[in-house]
């Protein structure tokens, strides 16, 4: 009798475990986006969304700042099962600036093909996320316990005629550990300057408190859209698409599908918006009043 109970309770804990295990889930079937537990179902602060450009506020938050982004790194890339993730060694990169409360270190990027955000509901063909972890905090995992937490940028590719080729050595390693299963390591052959993966002009960007994109959905990030995207040849993106997931089913596509805005806002950071809105007036004043000083002057000439 005994040992019956303890057997059913084992079950019972192993069905418990097997339903709310953080890697016990999946981009579709039974374990797909829509069946993800916890906050990934009830929460309302919930990421990717669909930026609607017409509804969004537009406002100066102020430039961001990358700190060593323009370094080159040794990296790792990583078949997790659920993405390709890429992890740099040596000095910390920071991000900081854009009204972000904090500093914040980078601690990874990965990504999704099938952008997870999508903008007047326009998808593309690949999103780069660079997850950064408040320096108050000693990790990633402490600081998803926390509200502004962490700080997320958001890099879109939209596809091209052309190879990208700041992705070739990303995509030569993904190629080894693309067949195999989850957690398989290589290293980057030439070293990685990060800065070389977004674009050159983030003066634009799309600004909304989220969540992480995968279980738990912790509700803990402030995401940075950039709005300037980069480009992605059709044959660059197969080769993320040949990715084999934990379960050795190809990952044809791991975007998470776009959650409900809610009463959130989201802002259009543009450099300088609020000074130049406010200058059109005088600068319009400044003319006419030039213009007519102008008149005068000849008036009074002989
Ligand atoms: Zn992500």
Redesign the pocket.
Known sequence: MKFLIFAAVFLLDRDAFLAHGSDDWSYWGENGPEHWPGICNTGENQSPIDIITDDAVKTDLGSLKFTRYDFAFSADVVNTGH?IQVGLTGVPIHLKGGSLPTTYVLDQM???WGS?HTINGEQEAL?L?L?HYSKDYDNVTYASEFENGLA?V?VLFEVSNEDNLYLEQILEAVKTVSSLNSTATTKLQTKLIPSLLLPKDHSSYYRYYGS???PECKEAAIWTVLDNKMPISVSQIEIFRKVVNSNNETLAYNNRPTQDLGSRTVYHHLEGYSSAHNLQIPKTLLVIVGFFSVLMQGARSP
Do not use: G, R
Request: aromatic share 8%; net charge negative; no cysteine.
């Open positions: 993405s990965h990504f999704h997870e999103e996320h997850v997320v958001a992480l994109t995968t």
